[in-house]
């Protein structure tokens, strides 16, 4: 199990920004860069989906709901994986969740009001 630690979520108006971070502080640095990081997120009463991913050496995948408003990104140095939100809709409200290897945080609110 990988200890995984998320921060950032909060409430924002519809249109707005917000940037989720999560850090691998018991990853060595030549572990943490062979793993893709995940953000995943679940909406109240809805499976938990898949948001976006990224491999050590920055590939980036994303779900058709967010391609072009959100961004996968990662700082290998600090062990660090960030998601960057923006024009953010209501239907983005949901924890999110940063995994790894099957390694899961425990979550971050985001909440989006009209």
């Known amino acids: 199990q990988v200890q995984l630690e998320e921060s950032g979520g909060g409430s924002v108006q519809a249109g707005g920004s917000l940037r989720l971070s999560c850090r691998a502080p018991?990853?060595?640095?030549?572990?943490?860069?062979?793993?893709?990081m995940a953000w995943y997120r679940q909406a109240p009463g809805k499976q938990r989906e898949l948001v976006a991913s990224?491999?050590?050496?920055?590939?980036?995948t994303y779900s058709d709901s967010v391609n072009g408003r959100f961004t996968i990104s990662r700082d290998n140095s600090q062990k660090k994986v960030f998601l960057q939100m923006r024009n953010m809709q209501p239907d983005d409200t949901a924890v999110y969740y940063c995994e790894t290897n099957d390694s899961w945080g425990q979550g971050t609110q985001v909440t989006v009001s009209s």
């Open positions: 018991r990853l060595i640095f030549s572990v943490f860069i062979t793993h893709t």
């Open positions: 990224i491999t050590g050496g920055g590939r980036t």
